[in-house]
């Protein structure tokens, strides 16, 4: 039987020559602790280091054989854990230099767990190049994953037919906060879902999303650790006959606790130089939309660590401006009219690349620099966006078009509201992302 050791922490053991480099090494320890009979795993390794040049930002990728818990729901599985997102090396090859007590490399590693299928005696590599896929979009953008996040895949996470398609975060619950020499390091969960189980997170909360998941009956959808059945051939909804009760009533008490994507977006005043615009105009090319099918959302608030030093930066008031998307993420914008703005709160599309930031706000929203008389302020590249309550409604109504089928939209598609010299445009972008592609 596995054992949970939730509640401890763990530090490398007193060694005065460590075999591994001492990030990787105290990592190592703590997998060895959960699997003290598996010393020596199957491992997935680049062939050339990322810092030598190599195209795969994961050094190692180790695949272990978990029994799980039946008295959980918690079925066995390949427990598939990641090596290179934190600071293995400690000596600048990769990741800054950081010590004890500091986040080490971006902080986190990536985890993953596929319910074993009965016969199978070794893991299969396919989620190998899913943790590599979600690492190169880390180092690429700079994001950072958290717990709580998910992130839109649009594509079966193993490319074949399966309704698992689309991806939550969780804390790895067998994991807790690994102290190294280079700094801490949380492990991340990443858990497969259906479309709508994606949905609901978006429109309401990633964290009740997956706390439902978790009690659906006989361990359905993995269990409380949530192991991934890439068989899995129902949603939640149809799992539970209770869950969309829950659910209906968690958007009423809560509205949506997201409160910001990575996505691709852009804003500029009306008819100013092409020059001018911040972040990254969709265009209606394959080509040129990097992130078009992919989009990374937070349930936590946005540290703006870009904008950390915006007192320093001018506020602009904007008479007009003219808002860009991509579809992915422009589909969000009723979600986050009724289940944020009308509740009083906020929401920011994050630029994947770039440094430009839309964040849509409502009147009760504290500490903004917009107001009724100026509602569009640019401080820098981040624009704030007021909407009122008396047009909240009637915006969010005019944009429920977007909940159609991407192929019945024509784009791109213009919503213009002459009256309050605002515009949102929506691009194409539902097409395969070369994040996606494999990289291993």
Known sequence: MMEDIEGKKYSPPCSSQPVSPPGL???YVACREIYPEQPNPLQVAAVIKYWLGGPDPLDYISMYFNRGNADLGIPPHWHYISFGLSDLHGDGRVHEKTGPGEVSGFGFELTFRLKREPGETSPPTWPAQLLQ?????????????????????HKALDSSESLIEHILLMEDPQFKTVLTPNGEVSLIQVIGVTKSELE?????????????????????????WLVTDMRRGMSMFELDP???????????????????????????????????????????????????????????????????????????ILENVMLTFNYESGKLLPSVIRGRVMHGRHFSFKAVTGNGMITFVGEGVSGKSVDTEHP?????????????????????????????DYEKLVLPKVFSWPERSLSITIESGCMDSIIKQPVL
């Open 25 to 27: 090494e105290a990592l």
């Open 376 to 404: 569009y302020v640019a401080t820098g590249p981040w624009l704030q966006v007021l909407i009122p309550d008396s047009f909240a409604e009637q915006m969010a109504s005019d944009l429920d078009v977007l909940d159609s």
């Open 242 to 316: 209770n869950s969309p009760q829950l659910v209906k009533e968690g958007i009423e008490k809560d509205g949506s606790n997201l409160s910001g994507v990575a996505a691709v977006c852009s804003w500029k005043e009306s008819r100013e130089a092409e020059e001018d615009k911040y972040g990254e105009i969709v265009e209606n090319s394959p080509t040129n939309n990097k992130y078009g099918s992919f989009s990374h959302g937070c349930s936590n608030s946005w540290q703006q660590e870009d904008f950390e030093s915006t007192e320093l930066l001018q506020k602009k």
């Open 200 to 224: 609901c997170a978006q429109r309401w909360s990633p964290h009740g999303v997956i706390e439902i998941l978790k009690k659906i009956p006989g361990g359905a959808c993995g269990g409380e």
């Open 133 to 153: 896929s979600l690492a190169k979009y880390v180092f690429l953008s700079g994001n950072v994953l958290y717990a709580g996040d998910h992130v839109s895949w």
